[in-house]
C-alpha cells in the first residue's frame, strides 16, 4: 500500500472511501453495501423518506456545508454548471473554506477507523475535499456508480419536479466531475443495474481496481446486503431515446457509452470526457449567467424556509411543553 507523510516521518496510509457520482444513480446502494462491508460511516446522517426509505447514508452537516460552500461560488447542487470546479477569488476565502472542511470532516468522523464519505455534492467539489483528505494522510478508494442518465432524470422528476433536459445535463456534469475529481486514484466504476442483481460480482470488481479486499465483508454481512439489494431500489429505468433529449442528450450518450464501457472493465476513453468538458464549457459560458444564478438562490431560498419550519416547529414544541406544564 501507498506511504503519506506524516510530521514525524512516514508512515503507512489510511484508507477512506469516497462514493462518488450523480444524486440519484446508486450512490446510496453502494454506500451502504461498503458500510456493511466493514467501511465507518459517521454518526449523523440525513434520515430517509418517501424517495429513499431505506435511507441516503449522508453526513447532514457535510451536505449542508457542501450546499453552502457551492453557493458561495453563485452556484447549488442542482446546477447544471458546476463543473469544472468554481474557486472563489479571495485566496484567503477560499482557505477558510478548506479550513472549515477539514475541522468538520475530523469532527464527524471521530477518528474513524476507515472512514466512508458519500454526499454527490461532493464530486462537483473534490478539487476541495480530495486535499483534506490526503492531508489528514488518507489512501483514498473511490467508487463512482454509472447509471443510464434518463432513469435519474425520472427519478429526480418525481422528486424535484425537473425537466428530463435539466436533469440529464445534471448528470453529465457530475459525472464528468466525479471522473476529473478521482483521476490518479484507485477508483472502481460499478454498474448500478448489475449491483442489484450481481453485488458480489461488482464487489469483486471493486476489490480488483481498489488493490484490496473489503473491510469486513464477513457471511453475515453478505446476509444483510442480499438484504438491501432489493429489485424495488429500481424505480425508474433508461431506454435507448437518450441521444433525442434537447440541447443535453447527445453530449450525455456520449459520457454515458465512456462510463458504460468503464463500468464493464475497459479502459475509460479519457478523450471523450474531455471532449464533453470542453462541450460543458462552452454550454457554461453561453447559458450559465442565466442559469446559475437562478440556482443559487432558489437553493438558498429552500435552505431558509427550511430553516424557518425547524425554528417554527422548535417554538411550537417549546409552547406545546409549557401549556403541558400548566395542566
Known amino acids: 500500500m501507498p506511504s503519506a507523510k506524516a510530521n514525524t516521518g512516514m508512515q503507512t496510509a489510511r484508507p477512506a472511501y469516497l462514493v462518488l457520482g450523480m444524486h440519484r444513480s446508486g450512490t446510496s446502494a453502494a454506500t451502504q453495501l461498503l458500510a456493511?462491508?466493514?467501511?465507518?460511516?459517521?454518526?449523523?446522517?440525513?434520515?430517509?423518506?418517501?424517495?429513499?426509505?431505506?435511507?441516503?447514508?449522508?453526513?447532514?452537516?457535510?451536505?449542508?456545508?457542501?450546499?453552502?460552500?457551492?453557493?458561495?461560488?453563485?452556484?447549488?447542487?442542482?446546477?447544471?454548471?458546476?463543473?469544472?470546479?468554481?474557486?472563489?477569488?479571495?485566496?484567503?476565502?477560499?482557505?477558510?473554506?478548506?479550513?472549515?472542511?477539514?475541522?468538520?470532516?475530523?469532527?464527524?468522523?471521530?477518528?474513524?477507523?476507515?472512514?466512508?464519505?458519500?454526499?454527490?455534492?461532493?464530486?462537483?467539489?473534490?478539487?476541495?475535499?480530495?486535499?483534506?483528505?490526503?492531508?489528514?494522510?488518507?489512501?483514498?478508494?473511490?467508487?463512482?456508480?454509472?447509471?443510464?442518465?434518463?432513469?435519474?432524470?425520472?427519478?429526480?422528476?418525481?422528486?424535484?419536479?425537473?425537466?428530463?433536459?435539466?436533469?440529464?445535463?445534471?448528470?453529465?456534469?457530475?459525472?464528468?466531475?466525479?471522473?476529473?475529481?478521482?483521476?490518479?486514484?484507485?477508483?472502481?466504476?460499478?454498474?448500478?443495474?448489475?449491483?442489484?442483481?450481481?453485488?458480489?460480482?461488482e464487489v469483486a470488481r471493486i476489490e480488483t481496481a481498489h488493490g484490496a479486499p473489503l473491510p469486513a465483508l464477513t457471511e453475515a454481512a453478505a446476509v444483510e446486503i442480499d438484504a438491501f439489494l432489493t429489485p424495488e431500489l429500481r424505480r425508474n429505468t433508461g431506454d435507448?431515446?437518450?441521444?433525442?433529449?434537447?440541447?443535453?442528450?447527445g453530449l450525455a450518450q456520449s459520457v454515458f457509452s465512456a462510463f458504460q464501457i468503464a463500468a464493464a472493465g475497459a479502459p475509460l476513453d479519457l478523450r471523450a470526457l474531455d471532449a464533453a468538458t470542453a462541450r460543458l464549457l462552452e454550454m457554461r459560458a453561453q447559458m450559465g449567467p442565466l442559469v446559475s444564478p437562478v440556482t443559487r438562490d432558489l437553493d438558498q431560498a429552500r435552505s431558509d424556509l427550511a430553516d424557518a419550519h425547524r425554528l417554527y416547529a422548535f417554538r411550537m414544541s417549546e409552547a406545546l411543553d409549557k401549556l403541558l406544564e400548566q395542566h
Request: contains cysteine; charged residues 25%.
Open 240 to 249: 435507448d431515446q437518450l441521444h433525442q433529449v434537447p440541447i443535453s442528450g
Open 36 to 201: 456493511l462491508a466493514g467501511a465507518n460511516l459517521p454518526g449523523r446522517l440525513i434520515e430517509g423518506d418517501e424517495h429513499n426509505a431505506k435511507g441516503y447514508f449522508e453526513p447532514w452537516r457535510i451536505a449542508v456545508f457542501n450546499d453552502e460552500r457551492l453557493r458561495a461560488a453563485g452556484s447549488a447542487w442542482h446546477d447544471p454548471f458546476a463543473h469544472p470546479y468554481v474557486a472563489l477569488p479571495d485566496a484567503g476565502q477560499e482557505a477558510a473554506w478548506t479550513e472549515r472542511a477539514r475541522a468538520l470532516f475530523v469532527e464527524e468522523y471521530q477518528g474513524a477507523a476507515i472512514p466512508l464519505l458519500k454526499d454527490p455534492r461532493v464530486s462537483v467539489l473534490t478539487p476541495l475535499w480530495r486535499p483534506v483528505l490526503e492531508d489528514l494522510g488518507y489512501e483514498l478508494r473511490c467508487v463512482i456508480p454509472v447509471r443510464h442518465p434518463l432513469a435519474v432524470a425520472g427519478s429526480l422528476g418525481k422528486r424535484d419536479g425537473f425537466p428530463v433536459e435539466k436533469s440529464v445535463l445534471l448528470w453529465v456534469t457530475y459525472m464528468l466531475a466525479a471522473e476529473a475529481g478521482s483521476r490518479g486514484l484507485k477508483r472502481a466504476f460499478v454498474d448500478y443495474d448489475t449491483l442489484l442483481t450481481d453485488w458480489r460480482g
